[in-house]
């Protein structure tokens, strides 16, 4: 695989130490180099375009443009070898976050989870989502909100959650992306007096909280965190009334800030067992387990809210922990029920059919649907999908 490193081509490297005047060299217009240059960089890590800011006045000005974070952002989404994902692990007790480098625990076998970095936080908090790069912090002490960027060390304004230290926290929660108001935005469900009070916070210049009013979102106890796709946050929730099916995905859009539903795919939403839901590539990704016929299967829903667009991507053998490790296959004969058998999160799938999973004891689940290969990984802690950027709404 390519690696970009600092050093640059000389011809995109025109402004001279005593100036921005271009090589005698280089012939090309300005506006094609400039161009040519802003492509580039696009492509090139987080770490490295901070270095790249110090080169020349030009470079800084271009690297620091928000507009140049957006497509900075998009390029990163894009890339097929996932070079800007990572996934952290972060944990109350020790408030330190690791990271690990995305493809190379996809590679197959994967190598050894060494951590590529590691971010130190002065206090204690929870992580409420993750979204372009931005994580979502709830401060236990103060009881405040606010972003945060490792990538790039980026701290938004603090806002207030209203709760007191020891209060009763979240009913449920999600953080995302408005992007018809281009605001980041966290919903958050919080028990004040024994009710139930649903507030939506928007952070940046002019950030504000509100409160609304009559919510009708009733996700399952367990499910706390709203997973974000494509402007809405979504929950597995009960299915009500007289129909056979016996779960639906309930959802929450933040342009609207109305409330909705998603049908699970007919092959497979009248299982036993409570599906568990994530983003993956920027889809509404779902993963059940079939009790009667012992595997777990993974559906991806590739146009958001379009019932058809449901692709089943692949079948997963059963397998259990002993004694909270190592993981064994189990025969497909043996006495099969949803108790004793964790329920798999995607956290990531790679184009050519290697996936990583998150088991319900956080640990880390490697499979090639090519050969069937299950790997497992020792990385603990609180697990999160996390996509380098330059992100930092202000």
Same mark, same amino acid.
């Given at each position: 695989?390519?690696?970009?490193?600092?050093?640059?081509?000389?011809?995109?490297?025109?402004?001279?130490?005593?100036?921005?005047? &271009?090589?005698?060299?280089?012939?090309?217009?300005?506006?094609?180099?400039? &161009?040519?240059?802003?492509?580039?960089?696009?492509?090139?890590?987080?770490?490295?375009?901070?270095?790249?800011?110090?080169?020349?006045?030009?470079?800084?000005?271009?690297?620091?443009?928000?507009?140049?974070?957006?497509?900075?952002?998009?390029?990163?989404?894009?890339?097929?070898?996932?070079?800007?994902?990572?996934?952290?692990?972060?944990?109350?007790?020790?408030?330190?976050?690791?990271?690990?480098?995305?493809?190379?625990?996809?590679?197959?076998?994967?190598?050894?989870?060494?951590?590529?970095?590691?971010?130190?936080?002065?206090? /204690?908090?929870?992580?409420?989502?993750?979204?372009?790069?931005?994580?979502?912090?709830?401060?236990?002490?103060?009881?405040?909100?606010?972003?945060?960027?490792?990538?790039?060390?980026?701290? /938004?304004?603090?806002?207030?959650?209203?709760?007191?230290?020891?209060?009763?926290?979240?009913?449920?929660?999600?953080?995302?992306?408005?992007?018809?108001?281009?605001?980041?935005?966290?919903?958050?469900?919080?028990?004040?007096?024994?009710?139930?009070?649903?507030?939506?916070?928007?952070?940046?210049?002019?950030?504000?909280?509100?409160?609304?009013?009559?919510?009708?979102?009733?996700?399952?106890?367990?499910?706390?965190?709203?997973?974000?796709?494509?402007?809405?946050?979504?929950?597995?929730?009960?299915?009500?009334?007289?129909?056979? &099916?016996?779960?639906?995905?309930?959802?929450?859009?933040?342009?609207? &800030?109305?409330?909705?539903?998603?049908?699970?795919?007919?092959?497979?939403?009248?299982?036993?067992?409570?599906?568990?839901?994530?983003?993956?590539?920027?889809?509404?990704?779902?993963?059940?387990?079939?009790?009667?016929?012992?595997?777990?299967?993974?559906?991806?829903?590739?146009?958001?809210?379009?019932?058809? /667009?449901?692709?089943?991507?692949?079948?997963?053998?059963?397998?259990?922990?002993?004694?909270?490790?190592?993981?064994?296959?189990?025969?497909?004969?043996?006495?099969?029920?949803?108790?004793?058998?964790?329920?798999?999160?995607?956290?990531?799938? /790679?184009?050519?059919?290697?996936?990583?999973?998150?088991?319900?004891?956080?640990?880390?689940?490697?499979?090639?649907?090519?050969?069937?290969?299950?790997?497992?990984?020792?990385?603990?802690?609180?697990?999160?999908?996390?996509?380098?950027?330059?992100?930092?709404?202000?």
């Amino acid at each position: 695989m390519l690696e970009i490193t600092t050093k640059m081509p000389k011809i995109l490297l025109s402004p001279t130490a005593g100036g921005e005047s &271009e090589s005698p060299r280089c012939h090309a217009s300005p506006v094609l180099l400039e &161009e040519l240059i802003s492509n580039i960089l696009h492509r090139v890590p987080v770490r490295s375009l901070l270095q790249f800011k110090c080169v020349c006045k030009s470079w800084n000005s271009l690297i620091s443009d928000p507009l140049f974070a957006k497509d900075h952002l998009c390029a990163s989404t894009a890339d097929p070898n996932m070079t800007h994902q990572r996934l952290l692990s972060f944990t109350v007790c020790d408030p330190k976050i690791v990271s690990f480098p995305m493809h190379l625990l996809l590679q197959n076998p994967p190598t050894p989870a060494k951590p590529l970095c590691s971010s130190s936080l002065n206090d /204690s908090y929870l992580i409420l989502g993750s979204c372009n790069g931005l994580l979502c912090l709830y401060h236990i002490p103060r009881c405040y909100v606010a972003l945060w960027n490792p990538s790039i060390r980026f701290t /938004s304004k603090r806002l207030p959650t209203g709760l007191s230290p020891g209060e009763g926290f979240s009913t449920f929660h999600g953080f995302g992306y408005d992007a018809v108001n281009d605001k980041y935005k966290l919903l958050l469900a919080m028990r004040v007096l024994g009710e139930t009070v649903t507030k939506i916070y928007t952070f940046g210049a002019d950030s504000s909280c509100k409160v609304i009013q009559n919510l009708p979102l009733d996700p399952h106890p367990t499910e706390r965190l709203g997973k974000f796709v494509s402007g809405t946050l979504n929950w597995i929730a009960p299915k009500m009334g007289v129909s056979d &099916e016996k779960w639906v995905i309930c959802s929450f859009d933040f342009a609207t &800030e109305t409330s909705g539903q998603v049908v699970l795919p007919y092959g497979d939403r009248d299982n036993v067992c409570k599906p568990v839901i994530n983003a993956v590539r920027n889809c509404l990704c779902v993963c059940f387990f079939d009790s009667r016929k012992a595997h777990w299967a993974v559906w991806l829903m590739k146009e958001y809210g379009v019932q058809d /667009s449901w692709t089943k991507l692949m079948v997963i053998p059963r397998f259990v922990q002993e004694d909270s490790w190592p993981w064994k296959l189990i025969p497909h004969d043996e006495l099969c029920t949803c108790r004793g058998f964790p329920a798999l999160e995607p956290l990531c799938i /790679s184009g050519n059919g290697i996936a990583l999973f998150k088991t319900t004891a956080s640990n880390i689940v490697v499979y090639n649907s090519n050969d069937g290969r299950l790997d497992f990984l020792r990385i603990w802690g609180d697990l999160w999908s996390y996509l380098e950027s330059l992100v930092s709404p202000s």
